[in-house]
């Protein structure tokens, strides 16, 4: 069983009930869910996950304002939930709680993932943000939320403004041309073949980026990354060009396949700028892509900044 799907029939064995029985003066103030950090909040995880960090728990989140004693009453409550649940035991937490799962504050929560108790509040304040902690703040599921609060927030983060996504695009997109069609093959000719995979890693790198971008995804934490592209709608086909980019040799029998790779991936995501109008280049040359890209952004302050700006 899913971690994900463990937290919910645990919340509605136990949580719940002990919720409506004990705190139906919190009921309406509440949100329930499993969110955050961990495979399980993303549906990755599998039976080598379960080896820490892995319980049947769940978040109960709390507004700001909410009263200390019937705060601290509701951990209180959650910790005396059956340690055991379908085999799988609870991680010993304090009355508190923990920092997964356990009762916490709205604000708490996105603060740490976003910097902000209510999100970014202008353009710029979402280039400050790891991509995976904005993936992290807005997984999962949320069983209830009586509230709204919760949600209202959750949703505004679902994902960039398009200025911002735009922006992130023609950065990566020039990354793409630099390391991959160009720094590549340099680095080879200079006989340097671990600057020359430095120079694949950054490319494959740039183009998942990309390619989360065009499908209007976030791109999670880099060991999940590969898993959530497989998943995408949009050029998901070249999750294993890319995988044998970074994973295969820079030996002399390797090298002419690994451009031909580079310069098809770079192809594609071309006839994909083009195809969602956000590049006028008629080329592959990612360079030109990248400040076609570039100018499609909306907001002129935003657009004169330099193009790696987001990167």
């Known amino acids: 069983m899913r971690g994900l799907e463990l937290s919910k029939k645990y919340f509605e064995e136990y949580g719940l009930p002990m919720l409506n029985k004990d705190f139906q003066d919190l009921m309406p103030m509440i949100a329930v869910g499993l969110v955050g950090e961990g495979s399980e909040c993303f549906g990755y995880d599998d039976e080598v996950s379960q080896d820490h960090d892995f319980e049947p728990g769940f978040c109960i989140f709390v507004p700001d304002d909410i009263d200390s004693r019937r705060e601290f009453a509701l951990e209180r409550a959650y910790a005396k939930l059956p340690g055991e ?163 295969s040799s820079n030996e002399d029998g390797e090298i002419e396949n690994k451009l031909d790779i580079i310069e098809s991936i770079c192809s594609d995501v071309a006839d994909e700028l083009r195809l969602q109008k956000l590049s006028d280049a008629v080329c592959t040359d990612m360079e030109k892509n990248a400040y076609s890209v570039n100018d499609h952004v909306k907001d002129n302050n935003l657009r004169n900044e330099n193009v790696l700006f987001a990167i």
């Open 85 to 247: 649940f379908l085999g799988h035991k609870r991680q010993k937490l304090s009355p508190i709680g923990g920092n997964r799962h356990g009762v916490i504050k709205t604000c708490d929560f996105y603060k740490k993932f976003t910097g902000s108790s209510s999100g970014p509040e202008t353009v710029y304040d979402w280039f400050s943000i790891p991509e995976f902690y904005l993936a992290e703040a807005t997984n999962g599921e949320v069983f209830m939320d009586n509230y709204g609060e919760f949600s209202k927030i959750r949703e505004s983060l679902k994902y960039y403004p398009d200025d911002v996504r735009i922006k992130k695009i023609a950065g990566n997109v020039l990354v793409m041309g630099q390391a991959g069609q160009y720094n590549y093959k340099r680095c080879l000719d200079h006989d340097q073949r671990g600057s020359a995979q430095i120079a694949v890693s950054k490319f494959v790198e740039a183009a998942m980026n990309v390619i989360f971008l065009l499908n209007k995804e976030y791109m999670p934490y880099y060991k999940w990354s590969f898993k959530a592209m497989s998943e995408l709608q949009i050029m998901n086909g070249c999750k294993e060009n890319l995988e044998y980019l970074i994973s």
